[in-house]
């Protein structure tokens, strides 16, 4: 009889130690909205395998890229509901608009690696009060500061053409923000307006022109996002310099930003993830701010419009690409 119970505590020790709990395979969700947002995902699985969540070991990952397409990503996120993971994990506003609503009243953890505005699915910074929690990029924050430094780099500029996407899911608030930022700065804001991809696309020459301004101020939507090429094309043809809302498009030809990166916000969202499956509750973990902000410049892009950039500006720059 004792050795059937010394048997039977060696089993339930064993049963109850790490190295048992460690055997449970997590299945994680992850949806982006378009590539800008890959590299999140792509630090936050980096950070993850840190932290001891290895790929087909403990851990698996069904991703998708939207590819900007809003309906892809409802339908994504309605199959998420169904499959019921232990975690999704979203990269940008727009992929974690429809994820909130389809997981609404359930107890699947969202955790968002980057949202410009994250209010609009919590309720405070200091507790979400639901099943959401992650990192804001700050990309609505800091578009006064984007305004003001463009402002440092094209001296005496007093028009600014601003590309929106009434669409979008931060219009509203990016269009209030960037309105009292223009008013603050002096400068006059000329708004040029498209709803999707294709329209940008076909407006372009009539956007995008020295007529309307000095330089073009962009926001971070999608359709803008995967229309940078184009812009860059264009705004090249004009002479005009683009301050953009994210690091990416800097790489792609836009003149600056100042921003979050996305791929460390990806690595900071994997802390939060690595809290939640270890036993806290998204309303108890505060949303995040950036553990760092960039500053970027395109020195390539400046020198190709005839932009002068002073040499103490560049030596403020986290990154400059030559």
């Given at each position: 009889m004792g050795k059937t119970v010394f048997g039977l505590t060696l089993v339930l020790a064993f049963m109850a130690s790490p190295v048992a709990e460690a055997q449970k395979v997590y299945r994680i969700g992850a949806l982006v909205a378009s590539d800008q947002f890959v590299s999140a995902f792509e630090g936050f699985k980096k950070k993850m395998a840190e932290l001891g969540y290895q790929e087909g070991k403990n851990i698996q990952y069904e991703v998708y890229n939207a590819q900007g397409d809003r309906e892809v990503m409802k339908n994504v996120a309605e199959k998420f509901v169904r499959d019921k993971p232990d975690i999704i994990v979203t990269s940008s506003t727009t992929s974690t608009v429809p994820v909130a609503k389809a997981t609404e009243g359930t107890n699947i953890p969202v955790v968002f690696l980057s949202a410009g505005d994250p209010l609009r699915f919590v309720k405070s910074y200091a507790s979400s009060g639901n099943n959401l929690t992650?990192?804001?990029?700050?990309?609505?924050?800091?578009?006064?500061?984007?305004?003001?430094?463009?402002?440092?780099?094209?001296?005496?500029?007093?028009?600014?053409?601003?590309?929106?996407?009434?669409?979008?899911?931060?219009?509203?608030?990016?269009?209030?923000?960037?309105?009292?930022?223009?008013?603050?700065?002096?400068?006059?804001?000329?708004?040029?307006?498209?709803?999707s991809l294709e329209e940008i696309k076909r407006k372009m020459a009539v956007l995008i022109t020295r007529k309307l301004g000095q330089a073009v101020f962009a926001p971070p939507d999608v359709p803008v996002v995967a229309a940078a090429d184009e812009i860059v094309q264009q705004a090249m043809k004009e002479k005009l310099p683009v301050i953009g809302a994210n690091i990416e498009n800097v790489k792609r030809g836009f003149l600056a930003s100042y921003s979050s990166d996305y791929y460390p916000l990806g690595q900071q969202g994997a802390i939060l993830v690595d809290k939640i499956l270890k036993g806290s509750k998204p309303a108890d973990l505060p949303i995040e701010l950036p553990f760092k902000l960039k500053l970027v410049i395109n020195l390539k892009t400046a020198n190709s419009i005839g932009l002068k950039i002073p040499k103490e500006i560049l030596l403020r720059a986290d990154e400059v690409i030559e």
């Open positions: 992650g990192i804001s990029s700050s990309s609505l924050d800091l578009i006064e500061k984007r305004m003001a430094f463009l402002k440092e780099l094209v001296p005496g500029i007093k028009r600014v053409i601003v590309l929106e996407v009434p669409s979008g899911t931060n219009y509203k608030e990016s269009h209030r923000r960037t309105e009292e930022a223009g008013e603050r700065l002096g400068l006059h804001l000329n708004y040029v307006q498209a709803n």
